[in-house]
């Protein structure tokens, strides 16, 4: 991406992300965006298509370089996961309000994001082979075993996230022992945190 545009897609992040914390996505304009970033209308479609999806790709793009971060981490997976999502949280803490707000209820546009983002990194550590699934179900494919486990595992999670932002003062390490606690044997984690 050439500099220009990557200037515009940052200051556009940083629009929608303040905006989203003061406002429901779903209230937000693109004219009102684009002010806020100092772009023109047209700069915005060629970073996102509405404002719903431009907070989602800001959101989506600190995630990202959480998964990168855990990708390339060479400690054992427990310790790598452990880190990786004490980097979630405190991402989910930053956008306190935008994910109180629009997880509220168990739907919306974010907690299909969230899914989707841990659903991809489950899927990529079983690929790599940093995770090992060792469940069998009969009569089922390991490949069908390991989606359905990636899904429970990652819409676990978001439930799990949004119930503890209904904290009115969440901490992190107590999500960490209560996630901890709560996931599957097949999974690397630590018992205590």
């Given amino acids: 991406m050439d500099p220009r545009k990557q200037r515009s897609r940052e200051r556009l992040y940083a629009a929608a992300l303040e905006l989203a914390a003061e ?5 937000l304009s693109v004219t009102q965006l684009a002010d806020a970033a100092g ?4 700069t915005f479609y060629e970073h996102a298509d509405s404002p719903g999806s431009l907070v989602e790709s800001a959101l989506t793009a600190e995630l990202d370089d959480l998964r990168a971060a855990l990708m390339t981490d060479r400690s054992d997976a427990a310790t790598a ?5 004490r980097g979630v949280l405190e991402h989910i803490l930053r956008h306190a309000d935008i994910y109180r707000r629009e997880l509220s209820g168990g739907g ?16 990529a550590l079983l ?4 995770v090992e699934l060792d469940v069998v179900v009969g009569g089922m494919p390991h490949a069908d075993v390991a989606d359905a486990a990636a899904r429970f595992l990652a819409d676990g999670t978001v439930g799990l996230i ?6 009115p003062d969440p901490k992190v390490e107590l999500f960490l022992r209560t996630y901890a606690a709560l996931l599957p044997d097949w999974w690397p984690h630590r018992p205590a945190v």
């Fill in 162 to 167: 949004d119930g503890w932002l209904r904290h």
């Fill in 108 to 123: 919306g546009a974010l907690h299909a994001m969230l899914s989707r983002h841990f659903r991809g990194t489950t899927e």
């Fill in 23 to 27: 406002h429901a996505i779903s209230e």
């Fill in 39 to 42: 772009v023109h209308r047209s």
């Fill in 127 to 130: 690929e790599r082979g940093r």
């Fill in 81 to 85: 996961l452990v880190t990786v999502t």
